[in-house]
Nanobody, 123 residues
């Protein structure tokens, strides 16, 4: 079985930085697209950033571009989202996920999900 466990979420003041981590375990093969998604109650889940573990290409949502970086550490099977200059509108539950094949924007295209970690940025 595949397990994804997120951590690093916290309640912070606007302008602060957070580093979210997602540790993967189980039988996971190369050639996957890994992503961070977020969701606010009552709204659809949206993509934040994705990275392909074979190609290394990344894509970051306009809402966090210039403030966030996604990386993946192959040896530790850890997906990282470094978020700087947090804004109140970044407040959400953050999930990591992956899918085999190319990176997609639609969260519905991802098969494996973690339970999420809450990020709250207060003004």
């Amino acid at each position: 079985a595949v397990h994804l466990v997120e951590s690093g979420g916290d309640s912070v003041q606007a302008g602060a930085a957070l580093k979210l981590s997602c540790v993967a375990s189980g039988n996971i093969w190369p050639g996957a697209c890994w992503g961070w998604f977020r969701q606010v109650p009552g709204k659809e889940r949206e993509g934040v950033a994705v990275i392909h573990d074979s190609v290394g290409a990344t894509r970051v949502a306009n809402s966090v571009k210039g403030r966030s970086t996604i990386t993946k550490e192959s040896t530790s099977r850890t997906l990282i989202l470094q978020m700087n200059s947090l804004k109140p509108e970044d407040t959400a539950m953050y999930y990591c996920a992956f899918r085999y094949g190319s990176c997609k924007v639609n969260p519905g295209d991802y098969n494996y999900w973690g339970q999420g970690t809450q990020v709250t940025a207060s003004s």
